[in-house]
């Protein structure tokens, strides 16, 4: 079955400084990686997804992730914080198999300090 | 604008009474889901339907029941048979198809409360 891991429910960072969300996946075969964010009682957006393509992956408001398949990994990172990035992030996972079927993380809480 | 609408956003039954949550979407996507989210534990799948007149059951269906009658619409009832329905819903769509890079959009959420 696949899975999503994320390290830390709740991440605290200053503003200005950099933003690191983790992420860790369980995998037998080629897995397809996504990161949404959520502001609170709202849905959830897309900032970014990993199909293959280019294992460095840009999103929108400045985030990034990284696919590193030796460590199973698919970390969220953004170089300066502001503070509207204060919100719930969730990694996602699916895999080929027809009907997309995505597995959520539990989501981490950032905080970002003025 | 396209996108997707849940009404209402907010909710509040009580025990033992059915209730109905909206999901309209205007994308023209083929595919619809149902998911609910408790703190701590993520998203998890309820329903799931990839076309009209076709629904399939997620990681938790037990408690809760569907109907695909239009492209557009995606409704789901709360039944009194769900034990702990006090929840946060999120409806979302896809284009649909075989491709798993196709991104899900989601709706705004309904916050159910059983009082």
């Known amino acids: 079955a696949q899975s999503v891991t994320q390290l830390g429910s709740h991440v605290s960072v200053s503003e200005g400084a950099l933003v690191l969300l983790r992420c860790n996946y369980s995998s037998s075969v080629p897995p397809y990686l996504f990161w949404y964010v959520q502001y609170p009682n709202q849905g959830l957006q897309l900032l970014l997804k990993?199909?293959?393509?280019?294992?460095l992956v840009k999103g929108i408001n400045g985030f990034e992730a990284e696919f590193k398949k030796s460590e199973t990994s698919f970390h969220l990172t953004k170089p300066s914080a502001h503070m509207s990035d204060a919100a719930e992030y969730f990694c996602a996972v699916s895999y080929s198999g027809g009907y997309q079927k995505v597995t959520f993380g539990i989501g981490t809480k950032l905080q970002v300090i003025p | 604008d396209g996108g997707i609408t849940q009404s209402p956003k907010y909710l509040f039954r009580k025990e033992g009474q059915n209730v109905t949550l909206s999901c309209e979407q205007n994308?023209?996507?083929?595919?619809m889901y149902w998911y609910r989210q408790d703190p701590g534990q993520g998203l998890r799948l309820i329903y799931y339907?990839?076309?009209?007149?076709?629904?399939q059951k997620g990681d938790i269906a037990e408690g809760y029941s569907v109907s695909r009658e239009k492209k557009e619409s995606f409704p789901l009832t709360v039944t009194s048979a769900q034990k702990n329905p006090t929840a946060f819903y999120l409806c979302?769509?896809?284009?649909?198809?075989?491709?798993?890079?196709?991104?899900?959009?989601f709706g705004p959420g309904t916050r159910l409360t059983v009082l």
């Open positions: 990993y199909t293959s393509a280019a294992t």
């Open positions: 339907s990839q076309i009209v007149n076709d629904f």
């Open positions: 994308l023209n996507h083929d595919a």
């Open positions: 979302a769509s896809s284009s649909g198809g075989p491709s798993v890079t196709d991104t899900q959009y």
